[in-house]
């Protein structure tokens, strides 16, 4: 009879490790998630801004009809590009907790652990997601008083944070890489202020790339923000559209997450010196 082939050894390593890396990710991640539950004040607070977002700069301009939305009103344009900016304002800070941790010892805990450096970035960039979650869950539930035709279909409801968590990581690994270079939270205060609104309205979150000039469209085209706004205003209201393709823009946010991933992971370790 014949026996079947035995496993290499080398195939069981790389399934370990591969289990080994993505529990360690977690686990980073859950520590974070730890610090949002013991604190859901800062969840009321960060609802104000989008609150104002839909229901002062929504209404007003939905009035005054002066911007291009095609078939869905301007309110319904607007609100994707709300969820997508609560979420980069929450991220854009996060190197801020990184120097925390140094100042209190907590990094140097984490540079003692075998815990791999990209697993303990993507970490980091992952509890950022679900705090991105958590002003989706916001948007929405602001969205729905404001009469936004929203999609409630599982499969859309699933890409809408699906997509928020990407972007989420994204920024907040683009704020630990800032972070490790800056070094002190006053300069990442300032900084991170100066990244915020360029990333905003360089992005088509408030009104559609065909409105900007051509030397903006250079720079929304390279701007991660936009291709979460495409993809979210697809998933999100009843006649959105991708302009990209949902593909392309998930595409484009997990090649910018790899990104940052890779050069985090090499300039975490700096933070601590």
Same mark, same amino acid.
């Given at each position: 009879?014949?026996?079947?082939?035995?496993?290499?050894?080398?195939?069981?390593?790389?399934?370990? %490790?591969?289990? @080994?890396? =993505?529990?360690?990710?977690?686990?980073?991640?859950?520590?974070?998630?730890?610090?949002?539950?013991? +604190?859901?004040?800062?969840?009321?607070?960060?609802?104000?801004?989008?609150?104002?977002?839909?229901?002062?700069?929504?209404?007003?301009?939905?009035?005054?009809?002066?911007?291009?939305?095609?078939?869905?009103?301007?309110? +319904?344009?607007?609100?994707?590009?709300?969820?997508?900016?609560?979420?980069?304002?929450?991220?854009?800070?996060?190197?801020?907790?990184?120097?925390?941790?140094?100042?209190?010892?907590?990094?140097?805990?984490? &540079?003692?652990?075998?815990? !791999?450096?990209? %697993?303990?970035?993507?970490?980091?960039?992952?509890?950022?997601?679900?705090?991105?979650? !958590? @002003?989706?869950?916001?948007?929405?539930?602001?969205?729905?008083?404001?009469?936004?035709?929203?999609?409630?279909?599982?499969?859309? &409801?699933?890409?809408?944070?699906?997509?928020?968590?990407? %972007?989420?990581?994204?920024?907040?690994?683009?704020?630990?890489?800032?972070?490790?270079?800056?070094?002190?939270?006053?300069?990442?205060?300032?900084?991170?202020?100066?990244?915020?609104?360029?990333?905003? =309205? *360089?992005?088509?979150?408030?009104?559609?790339?065909?409105? &900007?000039?051509?030397?903006?469209?250079?720079?929304?085209?390279?701007?991660?923000?936009?291709?979460?706004?495409?993809?979210?205003?697809?998933?999100?209201?009843?006649?959105?559209? !991708?302009?990209?393709?949902?593909?392309?823009?998930? *595409?484009?946010? %997990?090649?910018?997450?790899?990104?940052?991933?890779?050069?985090?992971?090499?300039?975490?370790?700096?933070?601590?010196?």
């Amino acid at each position: 009879m014949l026996s079947a082939p035995a496993a290499r050894p080398g195939v069981w390593a790389n399934a370990g %490790a591969a289990v @080994q890396f =993505f529990g360690d990710t977690l686990t980073i991640a859950e520590a974070d998630w730890r610090k949002l539950r013991h +604190d859901p004040v800062e969840l009321l607070v960060r609802a104000v801004q989008p609150a104002l977002w839909l229901v002062v700069f929504g209404q007003v301009f939905g009035h005054i009809r002066g911007i291009p939305t095609g078939a869905i009103s301007y309110r +319904d344009f607007l609100t994707p590009g709300v969820l997508a900016q609560s979420g980069l304002f929450v991220a854009i800070f996060y190197g801020i907790s990184a120097i925390w941790e140094r100042d209190l010892g907590v990094l140097q805990k984490y &540079m003692a652990s075998p815990v !791999s450096r990209v %697993a303990l970035v993507l970490g980091k960039g992952l509890s950022a997601g679900v705090r991105g979650v !958590s @002003q989706g869950v916001i948007v929405f539930l602001l969205s729905i008083l404001l009469g936004v035709d929203l999609r409630f279909e599982l499969g859309a &409801m699933v890409g809408v944070f699906a997509a928020v968590v990407l %972007a989420s990581a994204v920024f907040a690994t683009l704020s630990l890489i800032v972070s490790c270079l800056v070094k002190t939270r006053e300069r990442m205060m300032g900084i991170g202020q100066v990244l915020t609104m360029p990333l905003f =309205f *360089a992005s088509n979150a408030i009104y559609p790339v065909d409105l &900007m000039p051509g030397w903006l469209r250079v720079i929304s085209a390279i701007n991660p923000l936009t291709y979460q706004v495409d993809a979210l205003r697809a998933l999100m209201i009843q006649g959105g559209t !991708s302009v990209h393709g949902l593909g392309v823009d998930f *595409a484009v946010l %997990a090649g910018f997450l790899a990104l940052f991933v890779a050069i985090g992971s090499r300039l975490y370790p700096s933070l601590v010196a």
